[in-house]
């Protein structure tokens, strides 16, 4: 028995890790797509040679059926080949320490000294103010309060389909240290061109380094963030206090606790 | 019929009469003022059609040009049907002559009202022909290839390609839906003008053009043939546009259009006045032509909650359905709408979506009930969303519901695939033959859970009604009591558009369309 030991409970090996079935390393993925081929046994057989050369072994269609002519449906099992080394995964964070809603408001007591402003807006086409919503409103989201609920802290939430530059004219006017925009809809990247034309025009109006720039969504991560120039990128599971942990220790790396005034950044 | 949820019918009456009385004091403010976009409705019904040379419609050329010379409190019907009689010209030569500069259409002679109004009869007489012609069509189709049962299988393409939409719509015709909407891309809502033509580009959603509706009526046709059931087409008459919409889907023969009288304040900030005189003229497009409405009451649920504010949305249907009895619209095309958006964390909250959902079919026993998946809990765990759909299928079966917006296991993720949709009409199939007589073979225990609840969200819709009787539709819009959202009476977009109708101001298709069964 004790020869079994060793073989039954296998390690895993996290420098060279693939999906896990019933039994470690067998690598099964089950997936489900379409091919705009006409349904029947080429059909199946096409599947089979895509997933093969997608680089899974033992390729099984379980299940395929015609959506229309020219177009069929199928549910494929693979085993994976490929591995990857989960020790040298690097995945950018936010920076800082997350505080909750009541320790924020402390933070910034004590450290700023005065009160933070931020103003909010889902952009340019976009309708859906749910996300910014559950960030700056009172009642918050999922049991979370929202900015408006935080002490030392001054939000402007200006809704929805808001064009990029009256974001900007607010945050001017208010002297904002912040600014919050929010994306919701993704379909053909649009979310990325109205991000993008967010960022070039602070950069314009030369406001781009007096304003901590940050952005969310359901489908925005912080690297995506980064990578549009943002300082900050905040997805589902983040809420009011991640984006203020976050803004309030930037206002102090940056040495604005006396500047209110966008002008004297 | 017996009430299976033992429902106070005196309370249900008493919440009819607010609402009534709601849409009665509204239908004054309504009947006094005009808007840029029903005087463009009234020249597309007029023939008018087409776009000028840097691609501005027409119709909004020629109102344009009316409401700069400060004459739009006459209405378009005039100044067109006056310059029919001073120049001979058609109402559609007589628009490219103002949108090549070469007419000032107020500065022409003027002629007697009666004259002018003479003068756009033949015109509204063919506009008629072509609308009765589509109503013959479909009713034809009806009788010759039939329809699937209720609950209609109701899907969405939304590809942003009309050419790309159509393989879509006909993929899922096939795979067995009944009813195919055309998702408009972000954005369109707040244009103030109709693009023209057919499009190939937009963003969760395709333009809603007149060339778009006519390519996609064409593929419904062909496919509905092949099929042997008419697949009904449905599309926005919503926004900035609202009864232009409608016009064009008279003339396209949809079947089937969003259009709610509050809708586009709460979730689009249009202005509030804007949009209640807008639903009106396209309400009564919508009545004549035999396209069943549907309201937007489910879109609450995503911005207030589903539970605490059911009653919010039963309120709302009431008042949907009597601007919709002041513009004339058969019961059988009164699409009210609700939805399925509890939090799937809540104990019994099955229990609660039944109770809503009979409660609906026995207010309203005639009318069309659309019927909303759950969408703001869906999550990209896309195995459990397929289950949450399986569990709104079978509250739809149970409650007789008649079109029944099939929920997408992808729904948090992206617009709908190909695959997707074959997935939830299988999902539905199975649950409403399965469950076939559910409804008919169950009964509540008196005082339950599913009793219960319905009682008090009853109560609470008529207190609410009778609180917004006595408040006015405009001030309870402006205390936020639908949706959790707030709209201030001169803010929004679009206000700009309305405008308090002039003594000689006449509109000479509202009695026309309204002159129906
Ligand atoms: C509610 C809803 C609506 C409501 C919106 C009401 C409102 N006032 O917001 C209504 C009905 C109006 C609507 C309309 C449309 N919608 Co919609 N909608 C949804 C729905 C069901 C839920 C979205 C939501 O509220 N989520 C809850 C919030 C709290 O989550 P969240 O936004 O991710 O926010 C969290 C984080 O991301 C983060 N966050 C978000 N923003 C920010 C910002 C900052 C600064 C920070 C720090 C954090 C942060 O914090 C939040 C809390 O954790 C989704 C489907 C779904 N289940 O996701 C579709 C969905 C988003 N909608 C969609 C579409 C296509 C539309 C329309 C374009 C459809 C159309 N053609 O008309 C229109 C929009 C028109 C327009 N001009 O934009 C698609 C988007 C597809 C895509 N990937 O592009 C979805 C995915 C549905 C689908 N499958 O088709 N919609």
């Known amino acids: 028995m004790a020869d079994n030991k060793n073989t039954a409970i296998a390690q895993v090996d996290l420098t060279q890790v693939k999906p896990y079935g019933d039994a470690l390393n067998d690598g099964k993925v089950e997936m489900a797509f379409t091919l705009p081929v006409p349904y029947g046994e080429e059909a199946e057989e096409c599947a089979k040679q895509y997933v093969k050369k997608l680089g899974f072994q033992e390729p099984n269609v379980t299940y395929y059926h015609e959506l229309t002519p020219g177009f069929t449906f199928f549910v494929v099992y693979g085993s994976a080949q490929q591995t990857i080394d989960y020790t040298a995964i690097n995945v950018p964070k936010v920076e800082g320490t997350v505080m909750d809603r009541v320790e924020c408001g402390e933070w910034i007591g004590e450290h700023i000294g005065r009160d933070i402003v931020v103003v909010g807006a889902s952009i340019e086409s976009d309708a859906h103010t749910v996300g910014i919503d559950a960030i700056i409103q009172m009642k918050g989201f999922h049991g979370h309060f929202g900015l408006e609920r935080f002490k030392h802290v001054v939000p402007y939430n200006m809704g929805s389909q808001v064009p ?4 900007i004219a607010k945050a001017k006017e208010v002297n904002a240290d912040a600014i919050l925009v929010s994306q919701t809809v993704t379909q053909k990247d649009i979310h990325i061109i109205q991000l993008t034309k967010m960022e070039e025009l602070l950069e314009a109006e030369g406001l781009r380094d007096k304003i901590i720039l940050t952005c969310g969504g359901p489908r925005i991560s912080h690297e995506l963030a980064q990578e549009l120039g943002y300082d900050a990128g905040f997805g589902p599971g983040k809420y009011a206090e991640h984006v203020m942990s976050f803004i309030m220790q930037e206002v102090e790396k940056r040495g604005w606790q006396n500047k209110p005034n966008i002008a004297d950044r | 019929m017996k009430s299976k949820l033992n429902l106070d019918f005196k309370v249900v009456d008493s919440a009819r009469q607010h609402a009534a009385n709601i849409a009665h004091d509204m239908q004054d403010f309504i009947d006094r003022h005009t808007t840029v976009s029903t005087e463009r409705t009234i020249l597309r019904l007029l023939g008018v059609d087409g776009v000028d040379e840097v691609d501005n419609p027409l119709p909004n050329v020629v109102v344009d040009q009316i409401k700069e010379a400060g004459a739009l409190p006459t209405g378009a019907a005039y100044w067109m049907g006056n310059a029919i009689v001073q120049t001979g010209k ?5 628009a490219e002559e103002v949108g090549a500069g070469k007419l000032e259409i107020t500065k022409l002679p003027t002629c007697p009202q009666e004259e002018a109004a003479k003068a756009l009869e033949p015109f509204i007489q063919a506009t008629f022909d072509r609308i009765d012609a589509q109503k013959a069509k479909r009713a034809e189709y009806l009788q010759r290839i039939g329809e699937g049962p209720e609950p209609y299988l109701y899907v969405i393409v939304a590809t942003g390609n009309i050419y790309e939409d159509v393989i879509q719509a006909q993929a899922a015709a096939r795979q067995g839906a009944d009813i195919i909407a055309v998702i408009r891309t972000t954005a369109q809502s707040l244009l103030d003008y109709v693009p023209y033509g057919p499009t190939t580009e937009g963003f969760g959603g395709t333009y809603a053009t007149q060339e778009n509706f006519r390519i996609m009526r064409k593929a419904l046709d062909e496919v509905g043939e092949e099929v042997g059931r008419y697949i009904r087409l449905c599309n926005y008459s919503s926004g900035m546009c609202m009864p232009e919409i409608a016009a064009m889907g008279a003339l396209e023969r949809l079947d089937v259009m969003l259009n709610d009288a509050i809708y586009g304040i709460l979730f689009r900030d249009i202005n509030m006045q804007r949009t209640l005189v807008d639903q009106f003229m396209s309400r009564v497009i919508i009545g004549y ?7 937007g009451e489910d879109n609450y649920l995503t911005t207030d909650d589903a539970i605490e504010s059911a009653h919010t949305v039963t309120a709302s249907q009431f ?72 569990l709104f299928n079978l509250v739809a079966i149970w409650s007789g519901q008649s079109l029944q917006l099939l929920g997408m296991l992808t729904e948090a993720i992206h617009t709908p695939h190909m695959q997707d949709r074959y997935l939830s009409i ?20 008196e005082g339950g859970i599913v009793q219960s609840r319905a ?60 002159d129906h069964e």
């Not at chain 2, 058609?90 to 007589?94: A, D, G, K, L, V």
């Not at chain 2, 207190?463 to 959202?485: M, N, W």
């Open chain 2, 455 to 514: 009682h008090e969200v009853l109560d609470k819709a008529n207190a609410l009604l009778a609180e917004v009787e006595k408040d006015g539709l405009f001030k309870t819009i402006e205390q936020g009591k639908f949706g959790g959202v707030k709209r201030p009476f001169d803010g929004g977009h679009g206000l700009e558009g309305v405008c308090v109708k002039g003594e000689n101001y006449f509109n000479p298709f509202i009695a026309r369309f309204m």
């Open chain 2, 426 to 445: 299988e999902n539905a199939k199975y649950i409403f033959n399965n469950c076939k007589h559910i409804g008919d073979e169950v009964e509540f225990k």
């Open chain 2, 289 to 295: 032509c035999g396209i069943i409405f549907n309201s």
């Open chain 2, 90 to 94: 058609t109402p559609q030569e007589i």
């Open chain 2, 319 to 390: 008042i949907n359905e009597q601007f919709a009895v002041l513009a004339n619209i058969p019961e059988n095309q009164m699409g009210l709408g609700h939805a399925f958006e509890m939090d799937p964390s809540t104990e019994d909250g099955f229990l609660l979506e039944l109770s809503q959902a009979i409660m609906a079919r026995e207010i309203f026993p005639n009318a069309r009930l659309k019927y909303m998946p759950p969408t703001k809990f869906m999550t990209g765990n896309i195995f459990r969303g397929h289950l949450q759909d399986a």
């Open chain 1, 164 to 167: 990029c530059e009256e974001l």
